[in-house]
C-alpha cells in the first residue's frame, strides 16, 4: 500500500464516532484519510497495543500527519474499570503510535484529549485554562489512573522532539452519532437527569471537534494543548433535559445525584464543575463552534 502523498493523514480511530467526523472535516480540507483500526473496514488494520504488529502493518506508507483519536470505549463508561482499557491505550499505544508516526515519516502528530485532564472535581466559577491550571494531577486515588493517562497520551506526543505534537482537550461530546444513545434511553424512559445544583461542564459538538482537529492538522503550534469546547457550560442534568426538549421525548425523572453512587465514573463526572476557556483555540487554530451552546446544537440536530 504504496502512498506518499504529503496531503495524507493516518488517522488512528478513523471507524469510532469522533473519528467518522474527523475523516470528513479532513477530506473537505482537501486531504486523504488512511484509516488506522482494528476492524475489517480499516485500511490499515492494526492494533496500537501491538507494536510489532502496528509497524509491520504501516510499512510501506507515507503520511505527512497522524492523528490519534483511538480509544476502547464501546458505550459510556459507568465504572472506574470501563476506562481502564482506554487508560492502556493512552500509556502505551500512544507510545507505540508515535513509533509508527516516525516510520511513515510523519511531520506532524495531532492528539485526542480530554478536559478532565485537569481533575476531576469542582472549579468554581473561575475559567480554567491551558497555561494557568495544571495538566494530569489527580484529586485521589479513584481517578489518577485516568488522570495519569491524559498526561503520559499528552507528554509522548508534545515533548517528541521530531515531531510536531498538538493535543486538542475537548469537552464533553455531542452531537451525530453521540446523542443518539441518550435519545433512545430517554425514549424508554431510562434515563434520568441528575440534579446538577449549579454544576456545569465544558460540552463540544462532534461536528466542531472534527472541524478543530482539521484545523490542527493544517496549523496550531507546536507543542501546544488546545481547550476545544463550546461557549455555553451545562450541568450533566440540563444537557439529559436538552436533549429530551430538543428530540420530544418523555421528561426524564429529576434524581439527586447520590443515586448515582453504584456507577462511580459516571457520579464522579456528573459531579465535577468545570468552566472551561476556548479562547487560545479561537485565537491561534480559528476554531470557533458553529453554536454558542448544546441548547442551539441539539435542536439543528434534532431538525436534522
Keep these: 500500500m504504496g ?3 504529503t496531503k495524507n493523514v493516518l488517522l488512528a480511530g478513523a471507524s469510532g464516532v469522533l473519528g467518522a467526523h ?6 473537505r480540507a482537501g486531504h486523504t484519510v488512511i484509516g488506522l483500526g482494528r476492524g475489517p473496514g480499516a ?4 492494533d496500537l497495543m501491538d507494536r510489532d504488529g502496528l509497524l509491520r502493518a504501516v510499512e510501506g506508507i507515507s503520511a505527512n500527519t497522524v492523528v490519534h483519536a483511538a480509544t476502547a470505549l464501546r458505550r459510556a463508561p459507568m465504572k472506574h474499570s ?3 482499557a482506554t487508560d492502556d491505550l493512552r500509556l502505551t499505544g500512544t507510545g507505540h503510535l508515535m513509533e509508527a508516526a516516525r516510520a511513515v515519516g510523519a511531520r506532524r502528530v495531532v492528539a485526542e484529549s480530554m478536559v478532565f485532564g485537569y481533575g476531576y472535581r469542582d472549579f468554581g466559577d473561575r475559567l480554567v485554562t491551558e497555561d494557568g491550571d495544571p495538566f494530569g494531577e489527580a484529586d485521589d486515588r479513584a481517578t489518577a489512573r485516568h488522570v495519569e493517562a491524559m498526561r503520559v497520551k ?10 510536531e505534537g498538538v493535543a486538542l482537550r475537548f469537552g464533553l461530546f455531542y452531537g451525530a452519532g453521540g446523542t443518539d444513545a441518550l435519545v433512545d434511553l430517554l425514549r ?3 434515563l434520568p437527569a441528575v440534579a446538577d445544583h449549579g454544576r456545569v461542564l465544558p460540552w463540544v459538538d462532534l461536528a466542531d471537534a472534527g472541524r478543530a482537529v482539521a484545523l490542527a492538522v493544517d496549523g496550531g503550534r507546536p507543542g501546544r494543548a488546545y481547550n476545544i469546547v463550546d461557549d455555553t457550560p451545562m450541568g450533566f442534568g440540563a444537557h439529559v433535559k436538552a436533549v ?4 420530544g421525548t418523555p421528561r426524564p425523572l429529576n434524581v439527586p445525584a447520590w443515586l448515582m453512587r453504584p456507577f462511580p465514573y459516571a457520579h464522579r463526572m456528573a459531579t465535577t464543575c468545570m468552566r472551561v476557556s476556548n479562547a487560545r483555540a479561537k485565537a491561534e487554530l480559528g476554531w470557533a463552534p458553529a453554536r454558542p451552546g448544546c441548547v442551539e446544537g441539539l435542536r439543528a440536530l434534532a431538525a436534522a
Design 154 to 163: 499528552e507528554e509522548l506526543v508534545l515533548g517528541d522532539p521530531g515531531i
Design 43 to 46: 485500511d490499515v488494520r492494526a
Design 3 to 5: 502512498m506518499t502523498d
Design 82 to 84: 470501563d476506562m481502564y
Design 188 to 190: 424508554r424512559r431510562g
Design 22 to 27: 474527523i475523516t470528513e472535516a479532513l477530506t
Design 244 to 247: 429530551a426538549a430538543a428530540f
